[in-house]
């Protein structure tokens, strides 16, 4: 059977690869994690000096945040056309066929930068602090794990088709991390084991996401629209934040009213574990294993119940237990939980 990663790769990676984050987005999740970030290392490596939402809330929360240092490497030629006036260190301005790194270690406070009239990017220019990438900026690249290698957190989207390949840079080097994907992801064998086992989990958001996509992207009757600038935006209903910084969400208890009921939750046919339409249905007091829906991880609490594994091929990974069918009928992928005895 075809791996399951790859083919969730080839579905759902063709078109989001230069979907491109709203500052607003950036900032609802960020900002619950403020503290974390003080005194902190931050690389953002899928982000240039001037499309990148990432960026521009860096640079402006650089203070509030105490950051020690936020680095940004761009990747070349990406597909959104910069209408920017930034400067490289040499006065040249940016080009879309080349990559580049902006390490910021001290950045003036933005009220002090707009009362002076200046914007952001004449303080990039003035600061000097873009210089143009040896190589492509691919985030993989000798150069760019370097940079990796001094950081301490990395918070990006990076482009849904090499999501794996970042997860698991960021695993070698044992780096803190708060990443946007594709919910898809979660059932990648090389990401959910982490999810399995506590050492990575949902932040804030996780649903339905507004993205900034490039002009020739072909209009569409659903989650497509454009703006009064003329820009183009696309949504996702099932993108997330994924990270292994600790967060008040998976602290919070799933206040749970519903009771068991051996007609209400049916056992699957291949496996004994009872299937739970929604989150909201989770019986209080079951104690076998339960098979939930992806969006239960939004409320997982690891002191409340913990995961046994998922059903969704019965074979994508050593935790996919079985393929869930009642009564001879598929169910949608299932997460499977216990409830912890106390
Ligand atoms: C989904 S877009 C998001 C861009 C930005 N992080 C944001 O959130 O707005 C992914 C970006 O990663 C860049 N990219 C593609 N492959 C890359 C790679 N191997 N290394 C670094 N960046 C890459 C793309 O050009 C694109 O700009």
Redesign the pocket.
Known sequence: MANNSILNKARYTEN??????DYATVESEISHYSEQFQGKVVL?????PY????TTYFLKNFNTLKLKKLIC???K????VAQSTIVDDNYSPLVDNAAYVMVVEQFPNIEEVLLHGDSITDLINKLKVVKKLKGD????SEE?VEYLKEADIVV?????S?FIDLFSLLVKYKKQYLL?GNQNAITYKEIFPFIKSGQAWIGYRFGDMA??VPNDTQPRKYRFWVDETGQKWRSLGNAMWLTNLDNERKHQQLVLTCKYDPEKYPKYDDFDAINVSRVLEIPSDYTGIMGVPLTYLKYHNDSQFEIIGEANHGSDNEFDLFKPRIKGKDIFKRILIRKKIK
């Open positions: 989001t690869d230069e979907w491109y984050t953002c490596n899928c982000d240039d499309k990148s939402a990432f490497t761009s990747y030629g990406s597909r959104i900026g691919d985030f993989r760019c990006t989207n990076p482009p849904f090499k946007i993205f900034k």
